[in-house]
Nanobody
Framework: QVQLVESGGGLVQAGDSLRLSCATS????????MGWFRQAPGKEREFVGV????????YYAGSVKGRFTISRDNAKNTVYLQMNSLRPEDTAVYYC??????????????????????WGQGTQVTVSS
């Protein structure tokens, strides 16, 4: 059974940091690119960032670039999202997702929702001003 379980969300003040974790099971984590998305109330789910299956490549949305960092630990089947300098506009439910499609490049960084097969249930991040 495939599982992706996010944790680490919470209520913080603007300028604070949080680290989200996404623990996975039920699939071969090391063969999957791992992405983070978020969805604010009344808005579409949007791409935040991704790390390739090899871990050699990352890509971030412009709104978080320089503030957020994605990393992965293949030994723990876990992907992380380090969020620094949080802003009220970062308030959203954050989801991790896995793209396990076999691809020619281990450095591929999928950025579209439809490219991801598996999704977590999300964790709430609220940033107060």
């Amino acid at each position: 059974q495939v599982q992706l379980v996010e944790s680490g969300g919470g209520l913080v003040q603007a300028g604070d940091s949080l680290r989200l974790s996404c623990a996975t099971s039920g699939f071969t984590f090391s063969t999957c690119a791992m992405g983070w998305f978020r969805q604010a109330p009344g808005k579409e789910r949007e791409f935040v960032g991704v790390i390739s299956r090899s871990g050699s490549s990352t890509y971030y949305a412009g709104s978080v670039k320089g503030r957020f960092t994605i990393s992965r630990d293949n030994a723990k089947n876990t992907v992380y999202l380090q969020m620094n300098s949080l802003r009220p506009e970062d308030t959203a439910v954050y989801y991790c997702a896995a793209d396990c499609t076999s691809r020619s490049s281990s450095a591929y960084t999928p950025r579209l929702k439809y490219e991801y097969e598996y999704w977590g249930q999300g964790t709430q991040v609220t940033v107060s001003s």
